[in-house]
């Protein structure tokens, strides 16, 4: 069965593992209904149930805040001011340059250049929110997915683990290795208490 390969990796790793060992035991459950009935539970077989959990394995909620972060302050702090340096110095094209073709052609191109600066700084703002939003969205669906596993998936069916499942389908296809009546009785009320005993075992 597949597991985590970077359990204390990234934290995103760390959030999985969380629900892993929940997971692993209800695998271990489908196992034994699938030796038993030929076929998987909904023909979903433990490993693809594990690779659908661990979609996001490996991610970084940490350094995806830390990219959005840093792009964030060099827009406040460096990209911002060199755009406007450079709209500044552009508009000076005009006064230096007038009554002539060229002038038309500088003041075109002042325009032209600062929209284009202030449009890539607008642009870079709006990735940086939303490389902020992906990572809070990403710890979200991380954190409900172990949620649920840990309310919802079981490691024990009507109260009994997998290892006393293993021995009741082992005695349900092979019996009880040679024992008595009496000492088959015991051993399936090891199991299940209230089992009554007799001599149909």
Do not use: C, H
């Amino acid at each position: 069965m597949r597991t985590l390969s970077g359990q204390g990796g990234s934290d995103i790793d760390q959030v999985l593992a969380q629900g892993m060992s929940k997971l692993e035991s209800f695998g271990r459950l489908m196992t034994l209904y699938q030796e038993w009935a030929g076929d998987y539970p909904n023909a979903t077989s433990p490993d693809s149930l594990i690779d659908e959990y661990l979609q996001q394995e490996g991610m970084s909620v940490a350094g995806l805040r830390a990219y959005a972060s840093t792009l964030s302050s060099e827009l406040t702090s460096t990209l911002t001011d060199q755009a406007t340096d450079q709209q500044a110095k552009l508009a000076q094209l005009q006064t230096l340059w007038t009554n002539s073709a060229a002038a038309t052609a500088a003041t075109y191109a002042q325009s032209q250049a600062s929209t284009g600066i202030s449009t890539g700084t607008t642009s870079l703002a709006t990735t940086s929110t939303t490389v902020g939003a992906a990572a809070d969205t990403l710890e979200q669906i991380v954190t409900a997915k172990v949620t649920t596993i840990q309310q919802y998936l079981t490691d024990s069916v009507a109260g009994k683990s997998a290892d006393q499942i293993s021995q009741l389908i082992g005695y349900a296809k092979n019996g009880f290795g040679g024992a008595s009546t009496e000492e088959a009785g015991n051993m399936l009320r090891a199991i299940l208490p209230e089992y009554p005993g007799g001599s149909d075992v």
